[in-house]
């Protein structure tokens, strides 16, 4: 089975992002890119535009001793510019007080062969939040 262009684009950027590419990622987003982070926690909200989305990328890998990581497990499309994604997310703050391992996911909208928006899922809110406060 040949994987949809849709989802080979964002398992592209999930590559990316895991390696910290952050300039060949943002090549696969539209200038207008919108990502929405769930919840009520520092990260939380909507970031408007190319500038934004790689500011909260490049905070979210920046060295502080913390270990997150992402590891993509499904992708699926509608075929028509949505791809959903589900991936295990890990985190541990520096001094391990603070963790959490969930399932989480991404809906994602592209057009014109672009990533256009995020819409960020987790599978459990408190856990991020109390991580992210």
């Not at 990581?69 to 589900?86: A, C, F, H």
């Given at each position: 089975m040949n994987e949809h262009p849709d989802c080979a684009l964002v398992r592209r950027a999930y590559q990316l992002f895991t390696a910290g590419d952050l300039d060949a990622l943002s090549?696969?987003?539209?200038?207008?890119?919108t990502h929405h982070v769930p919840g009520d926690n520092q990260r939380s909200g909507h970031y408007k535009g190319l500038d934004e989305c790689v500011r909260l990328y490049r905070d979210w890998g920046r060295p502080d001793g913390?270990?997150?990581?992402?590891?993509?497990?499904?992708?699926?499309?509608?075929?028509?510019?949505?791809?959903?994604?589900?991936?295990?997310?890990t985190a541990r703050n520096a001094d391990g007080s603070r963790?959490?391992?969930?399932?989480?996911?991404?809906?994602f909208t592209l057009v014109g062969g672009k990533i256009s928006d995020i819409d960020e899922c987790v599978e459990d809110l408190e856990a991020f939040d109390a991580y992210w406060r």
């Open positions: 090549a696969l987003m539209t200038a207008d890119v913390s270990s997150k990581s992402i590891d993509l497990e499904t992708l699926i499309t509608d075929g028509r510019g949505r791809v959903v994604s589900v991936h295990r997310y963790s959490f391992s969930m399932k989480a996911g991404n809906i």
